[in-house]
T-cell receptor
């Protein structure tokens, strides 16, 4: 069974631009969560989607948004990029909540 | 709000020895889940072990076991017979039924041959 895939793996943007990251969960998994990982802040929860509905959201500004499609694939969007948005963005999928989360390899976003 | 604290930024262990990584958490909820995740240098995060708060028995997965002290809100990970492949960042995580997941800052484990 294929694992969680994230595209692109690396991305370089400049301040003020916007970016869209994509995540394809493991087949059959309906829950997709997004995290931001930085050396200073560690792993922080962004949001979780289940059956196209955002069920929970972390403490991030409205510039961070996401959505989930009917095939459970998910995208997250960051608008008006800031230098502090440079991070590794991880996506994780699970069959049920509080079950094991399977992580993707992440997308490394660099904002110049 | 739930918080997860890992007080050991770095730990090292000799190959074949045992090491314990500490984790404490703060919550007012009675129903929750605790996890230890491993993130090797390749960056793919994988689940090491999982504990449901309602279970009194400590979870065990081969060389990995936890010491879950619910009253003390402590959830330590013991790695026995450490191997070179155990070298990684280890994250303690808390999850609840509101679909929220909180991670500790991580402990970098070095295994010395």
């Amino acid at each position: 069974k294929a694992g969680v895939t994230q595209t692109p793996r690396y991305l370089i943007k400049t301040r003020g631009q916007q970016v869209t990251l994509s995540c394809s969960p493991i087949s059959g998994h309906r829950s997709v969560s997004w995290y931001q990982q930085t050396p200073g802040q560690g792993l922080q929860f962004l949001f979780e989607y289940f059956s196209e509905t955002q069920r929970n959201k972390g403490n991030f500004p409205g510039r961070f948004s996401g959505r989930q499609f009917s095939n459970s694939r998910s995208e997250m969007n960051v608008s008006t990029l800031e230098l502090g948005d440079s991070a590794l963005y991880l996506c994780a999928s699970s069959l049920v909540w509080a079950g094991e989360q399977f992580f993707g390899p992440g997308t490394r976003l660099t904002v110049l | 709000a739930q918080t997860v604290t890992q007080s050991q930024p770095e730990m090292s262990v000799q190959e074949a020895e045992t090491v314990t990584l500490s984790c404490t958490y703060d919550t007012s909820e009675s129903d929750y889940y605790l996890f230890w995740y491993k993130q090797p240098p390749s960056r793919q995060m994988i689940l090491v072990i999982r504990q449901e708060a309602y279970k009194q028995q400590n979870a065990t997965e081969n060389r990995f076991s936890v010491n879950f002290q619910k009253a003390a809100k402590s959830f330590s990970l013991k790695i026995s017979d450490s191997q070179l492949g155990d070298a990684a960042m280890y994250f303690c995580a808390y999850g609840n039924n509101n679909n929220d997941m909180r991670f500790g800052a991580g402990t970098r484990l070095t295994v010395k041959p």
